[in-house]
C-alpha cells in the first residue's frame, strides 16, 4: 500500500530533497570554511600593494591585466581569457583651485573623471553657487553665464547606498547642464557621505557631440566653507585643469573558469572590475570585488567534485570608464543563452545583509536552501525582485541573463569611493571574509543545480487597453 | 553660651560660608547658561569663515589680528593690547612626491612646518625605511648616507593625547637626526590618530645653526603602502618642498580684560591660539580655544557685578610656530607677581573630562566648590597637579606662574589637527559648550575669590644628602 503511493513525482521529490540535502551540507562546509580563510585578503593586498591605482589606459591597467592572468593560472582557474576591447583613456594632469575673493585661499579639488582641461594657466571667474543641482537647473536665464558654477548638494548615507544615484547627478549631467547655460567650469561638492576634505572623482558625461565644461570636486569642508561665504558676498575662484586623451587606446575583460562537472556549458557569470580611479589604491573599488569572487570560485574549484555547472569569474577592466559590459555582450552575445546567471560584487567588502534573486525564484527549493545556509551569515532574503545587478553585467542582463544581488552595507562605502582613501587600511577582514562566504555558498548551491530562472520568470501582464 | 563659642575664626568661616554659596550659585548660574549660549560657536565659524587659515607670516594673519582687536570691542572687553614680537615666518611653495620604483605612483606629502627646501625640482634617491624612530637611530653607520629616509612609526590614540609627545619625536628630531647620519631628505607617516590620506603637517626642528634636511609627512595609508612594498625589495622616492623664510617678520599677542571690581590688578591670564597652520582652517587648532575662552570672559563680563580680579583673555599670536609664549614672558615679567593663575585651551573641542589645579590647592574651599560645580558637566577633580598648561602659558608657567588644565578629550583630535581637514564641520557645538560652562563657571569661582595658589604651594622636600 505504502509503495503504491510512491508516484514518479514523489519518487523525484524524496531524490531531490536528498540531493538538497547534500548540497546545503556541502554549502555549510564552504560557508564556514570561506569564513576562516583570507585569500581574498590576500589578493586584496596583493593587487592594491603591487600593482597600486589602476585608472584604463595607464601602464599599471596593463600590469593588472597580467597580474589577473598569473592569479587565475595560479589558482587553478582554465578557460583564460583576455578581450580586448577598444576604450579611449583619460590621464589627468595638473589641478588646482584657489579661492580668489574675497580673500586668496588654495582650495583642493579633483577633476571629474574624463572631464575637458581649462585653458593653460586657468579659469578665474565670479561664482554661482547653488545649493542644489534642482536649483542650478531652475536658476533664471543668464544667471550662469560666464561663471564658474558651484553645486553644494549633499549626499544622503544609506546603506544599500541609494544616496548615491539622488546626488550624483551634479556630477553626471552638471557640467553638460552648467554649459548649456553659459558657465566656464564647475566645481561640486564631493558626491560623498564623510565629512572629510578629501575630492571624490568619478565620470562626468563627456564624449561626441557632448558640450561640456571643466569640472571637479571640492571636499565637503571646503563646499561648505563656500556655502558660507557665498552667504556674505560675491566669491571669485580660480580653477585649473588639465588633462589628456587617447581615442585610440584599448582595456580587458579578462575571465577564468571553474569548470562544472556534468554542464559544463552552463555558465554563471561573477566578478568585480579590476580598473580603478588614479586616486587611493582602488581597494574597496574595486580590488574586494575582484577578491571576493575568485576567492569564492576558488574555494569552490578545491571541492573533490566540482559542481554541476561552470562558474566563470571575470576581472572587468573599464567599469569606471565605462565600456566593459558592452564589450563582454558584444563578444559573447551568441552564448547568452547559457549564461544562467549572473553576479558582481562592487559596493567594497562591508557585510552583505541581504540576497535578491531572479522573480519568480523566491520559493525554488534551492533558494529556500541558500536562504537557510545564508541565515547565520546574518544575510536575509529580499522578496523583491533582484534588479541592476552590477554596471558591468547590465548589458547582458539587459539582453536576458538573470541575475542576483548580494547586497552589501554601502553606509561606508560613499565615504571613501572614488577617493585617495580608498585603501587596503578601509577594509575589514572580518566583513569581507563574511562576503566570501556568502557568494561561495550561494554559488555553490545554484552551480550544483538544474535552476532555470528563466524559466521561473512570471509572465510580463497583458497590456492595459 | 552657643554665641561664647563663636570665635572670630569661626566666624570668618561661616561668612566665608556664605559667600561661597553664593558664588557657587553664580557659578551654576553662568554654568547652565553657558550651555545654551552660542557665542563660543559664532566665534569659531567666524574667524573660521571670515579669516580661514592663519599661518604666522601670512595676511590672513594680520587680518586675524585686526579680528581680534574688534571681537574684544564688540564684546566689551576692556584694556586691549595688541603686543607685537619679532618672528621669523615660513611659507609652504609648490610641494609634491612620487614613488618611482618598484612603479610610479603619486604621494601626497605636506611639508613639516619650517623645514628647509629641496633643491629646485626635487631630489630623488633611494629609500630607508624605519618602522620606528628608535630603529633609525640605531641604525648602523651609513645605512642613511644618500638616503631618503622613511619613518612609518603610528601614533597611539589616548584620552589625554599623550600618543603625541611618543610619536612626535619623528616630527621634531628626525629631520635632524636624519641629517647627522647623511640623509639626504625625510618622509614620515603622518603623526596622526586616523586611517585618513590627510597628511599632518607641525613644525620641526629648524632654526640658527641647526643642520637639517628637507622633510615632509604622508598620509597613514601611503605610509603603510611604502611598508608593504619595503619588504619585497628597494624603493626609490622623488620629493620636491619648495618654501620661503622672512626672517624679519612679526607676530602678536593680543589681549583683552574683564576688569576685576574689587582687586583689578590680580589677574587670571587664559585664552588660545590665534595663528594656525596653511592647511585646513585650523578651527580645532585653535579656533575653538578663542573661541571657548572668549565666551566665558564675556558670560562672566556680562553679570551685573564682575568678580573681585581681572580676567585676561589672551589671543596668542605664534603658537604653531614658537614665539608667543617667550614674548608674553618678556613683555610682562615685571608683573608675573600679579598673575594670580593661567589656563590656556588647546586640544580642540570636545568636552572636558578632568580638571588639574596647582599642588596644594586640591583642599582648598573654592576648588571644592568649583568640583561640586563642575560634576553635572561630568569633570572630576584629578588629584595629580596641573603642569604644562599649555604651550602659550609655558614661558610664564615656568617663571612661577599657577596653572591650571581643564582637560579635553583630546581622543579625536589627532584625527584632524595640523591638516586640511581641521574645519568648522569637526566642531561639535554641544561638546563646544561644555567647554565653554566649565571654564565661566571655574573661572568665575577663582576670580570672585582670594585663593593664592603660590601661597597653597607646599614646600620642595628638602635634598637628599
Chains 1, 2 share one sequence.
Not at 579639488?109 to 572631464?115: A, D, H, K
Request: proline share 5%; charged share 20%; hydrophobic share 45%.
Amino acid at each position: 500500500m505504502f509503495r503504491t503511493l510512491l508516484t514518479a513525482a514523489a519518487v523525484s521529490a524524496l531524490l531531490a530533497g536528498t540531493a538538497f540535502a547534500q548540497d546545503a551540507k556541502i554549502a555549510e562546509g564552504l560557508r564556514d570554511k570561506a569564513l576562516r580563510d583570507h585569500l581574498a585578503w590576500d589578493i586584496t593586498e596583493d593587487l592594491t600593494t603591487s600593482i597600486g591605482p589602476r585608472l584604463v589606459g595607464s601602464p599599471a591597467m596593463e600590469k593588472a591585466k597580467d597580474w589577473g592572468v598569473a592569479k587565475f593560472k595560479a589558482l587553478g582557474f582554465t578557460n583564460i581569457k583576455v578581450e580586448e576591447f577598444a576604450k579611449p583613456s583619460w590621464t589627468r594632469g595638473e589641478e588646482s583651485a584657489w579661492l580668489m575673493a574675497p580673500y586668496e585661499m588654495n582650495l583642493n579639488p579633483v577633476g571629474l573623471g574624463r572631464t575637458i582641461s581649462t585653458p593653460a594657466g586657468g579659469v578665474e571667474a565670479e561664482v554661482a553657487l547653488f545649493k542644489t543641482y534642482a536649483e542650478m537647473i531652475a536658476a533664471p536665464e543668464g544667471a550662469l553665464k560666464g561663471k564658474i558654477v558651484v553645486i553644494t548638494q549633499p549626499m544622503v548615507m544609506a546603506q544599500d547606498g541609494a544616496g548615491y544615484g539622488v546626488a550624483g547627478i551634479s556630477r553626471r549631467a552638471g557640467p553638460v547642464e552648467a554649459a548649456k547655460r553659459g558657465a566656464v567650469a564647475m566645481l561640486i561638492r564631493s558626491i560623498s557621505t564623510s565629512d572629510s576634505s578629501v575630492p571624490h572623482t568619478g565620470s562626468t558625461a563627456n564624449g561626441e557631440g557632448v558640450v561640456t565644461i571643466p569640472a571637479a570636486a571640492i571636499g565637503v569642508p571646503e563646499a561648505e566653507q563656500l556655502e558660507r561665504l557665498a552667504a556674505k558676498g560675491p566669491l571669485r575662484i580660480k580653477l585649473n585643469l588639465q588633462s589628456s586623451f587617447d581615442a585610440k587606446d584599448v582595456a580587458w575583460n579578462i575571465s577564468g573558469d571553474i569548470q562544472g562537472s556534468e554542464k559544463p556549458d552552463e555558465v554563471i557569470v561573477i566578478g568585480g572590475h579590476l580598473d580603478s580611479w588614479d586616486v587611493g589604491t582602488g581597494a574597496l573599488d574595486d580590488a574586494t570585488g575582484i577578491a571576493i569572487t575568485t576567492a569564492a570560485a576558488k574555494l569552490i574549484g578545491d571541492l573533490p567534485k566540482h559542481p554541476k555547472r561552470t562558474l566563470r569569474v571575470v576581472m572587468w577592466g573599464s567599469e569606471e570608464s565605462g565600456g566593459s559590459s558592452e564589450a563582454y555582450l558584444a563578444a559573447h552575445k551568441d552564448a547568452l543563452g547559457k549564461i544562467v546567471l549572473a553576479g558582481e560584487s562592487d559596493s567594497g567588502a562591508d557585510r552583505i545583509y541581504s540576497l535578491q534573486v531572479p522573480a519568480g525564484s523566491l520559493e525554488h527549493p534551492v533558494i529556500k536552501t541558500a536562504t537557510r545556509v545564508l541565515m547565520p551569515l546574518k544575510i536575509y532574503l529580499d522578496r523583491a525582485p533582484a534588479a541592476h545587478g552590477g554596471a558591468d553585467i547590465g548589458a547582458i542582463e539587459e539582453a536576458g541573463v538573470p541575475v542576483i544581488n548580494l547586497n552589501q552595507d554601502a553606509s561606508r562605502y560613499f565615504d571613501y569611493h572614488h577617493t585617495m582613501d580608498d585603501t587596503l587600511n578601509k577594509v575589514d577582514p572580518i566583513q569581507l571574509a563574511q562576503n566570501v562566504a556568502a557568494w561561495t555558498s550561494f554559488l555553490y548551491l545554484v552551480a550544483d543545480s538544474d535552476i532555470d530562472f528563466r524559466a521561473l520568470k512570471p509572465a510580463a501582464p497583458a497590456a492595459a487597453h
